[in-house]
């Protein structure tokens, strides 16, 4: 609709909308988050949910304690290889449409810990993240800023068409693999639908 | 406290067979540790504990070193009569010493008020023989330190109420401290590599076109 007539129109107290815009803003603003944390991102994950931060404001103050209720997983903190596999089956279990922010250094690439044994490099190996945040860890209003980056991509989801979001397909996965234990790794060392090593071109 | 020469003659005393020897530290700290055979661990461990003079009531800290083949080289320098006429020569001797796992044991006393005495265990090579006393039964502290061992280092506690890993899980075949480790290769971008890292990296470039 044109942005013009609909400002004239509101101006005349007429209120026009599309049911997508409808549909949508009802969707950016009840986010709520899968109450769970996994490290020291955590801790300002809650304090962004007290007083002072007040993630009410963007209507996702209600931390769920089961991903039955979720909408948003938030993954602060570091993901080891020994919890990866549950992180990705409390995905899973959450029903769509859901998002994923993946919240500072470790779990957008494994941080300091990236060089080691026992940590998985990112979280977007096995889960599909709609918003990264750097930093170790964020503070309150990077996340906040996060917050706001997936409301503003939830506003522009298409219903209609190919760009429509994954819930609204009836042939994209709502589940991903769990990675199992291995010998040596998970396995699988990451998921190839979701993620691929990247190869850069350089004279080896 | 005693120091540690007079707590392995005493303790060489009440232990019949026990062998201790006092491993001395060349740093400022100056913090030298007793390494006791493994036969006479528990026995050893159970008199400092309950010595009136020394009750080392307190174990504070369980840790794992992880020493490689090494090969020394020692130099000596003799005076020989060659061809009539008298040569200094210089000599080189290479000792290879064998490859071990040791579990180190930070020993306090909270009723005397006094430590740290550090024991030292040693396993006989680094591939079968890593086993070692438990010294779990005495200080109930050493149970998750000594699985952080058995899991990190691979070193198997005998007598040890229940040996799992703590921190892998319990498929995981490696043990990730020792230092032959080899790391799977899960290589992603790295903004600057470098030394064992960068050879890693170099493996997956893909060439210039």
């Known amino acids: ?204 | 406290m005693e120091t540690l020469e007079q707590i392995k003659t005493r303790v060489e005393l009440a232990v019949p067979g026990a062998s201790l020897t006092v491993i001395q530290n060349g740093s400022p700290c100056a913090q030298h540790s007793i390494l006791v055979d493994n036969e006479h661990a528990l026995e050893v461990a159970r008199f400092l504990q309950q010595d009136p003079q020394l009750r080392l009531d307190y174990l504070s800290n369980v840790t794992g070193v992880d020493w490689l083949e090494q090969v020394l080289q020692e130099k000596s320098r003799s005076r020989r009569v060659i061809d009539g006429v008298e040569r200094e020569i210089e000599e080189t001797t290479e000792k290879r010493v064998p490859g071990y796992l040791e579990a180190i044991y930070h020993l306090y006393s909270m009723e005397l008020k006094h430590g740290p005495v550090i024991l030292r265990l040693r396993t006989s090579d680094r591939a079968k023989g890593t086993v070692l006393p438990s010294l779990t039964p005495l200080w109930r502290g050493a149970e998750f330190q000594e699985r952080e061992i058995f899991d990190l280092y691979g070193i198997r506690f005998e007598g040890h109420p229940d040996l799992r890993r703590i921190l892998m899980w319990d498929s995981f075949a490696d043990h990730p401290m020792r230092k032959d480790y080899v790391e799977p290769d899960d290589y992603e971008y790295e903004p600057t590599p470098h030394d064992e890292v960068l050879e890693r990296a170099r493996q997956h470039y893909l060439p210039r076109t």
């Open chain 1, 1 to 204: 609709m044109d942005e013009h007539l609909r400002n004239e129109l509101s101006r005349q107290g007429i209120f026009v909308t599309t049911l997508e815009e409808l549909y949508n803003w009802g969707r950016k603003n009840s986010l709520w988050p899968l109450g769970f944390g996994l490290a020291c991102c955590a801790i300002e994950m809650i304090a962004t949910s007290m007083a002072r931060h007040d993630l009410a404001r963007f209507g996702a103050e209600v931390f769920r304690p089961s991903p039955r209720q979720a909408d948003l997983m938030i993954v602060a903190g570091t993901v080891t290889k020994k919890m990866a596999p549950q992180v990705v089956r409390l995905y899973n279990q959450m029903a769509e449409p859901k998002y994923v922010i993946a919240m500072g250094a470790c779990a957008i690439s494994g941080g300091p810990f990236k060089q080691g044994y026992n940590v998985l490099k990112g979280i977007d190996r096995y889960l599909p993240v709609d918003v990264h945040i750097p930093g170790c860890p964020p503070r309150p209003e990077a996340l906040l800023h996060a917050f706001m980056t997936l409301q503003e991509k939830i506003a522009a989801q298409a219903l209609t068409g190919e760009q429509r979001p994954r819930h609204l397909r009836a042939d994209a996965p709502g589940a991903f693999p769990v990675p199992e234990f291995g010998a040596h790794d998970l396995q699988p060392p990451h998921n190839p639908e979701v993620w691929t090593p990247p190869r850069l071109a350089r004279e080896s």
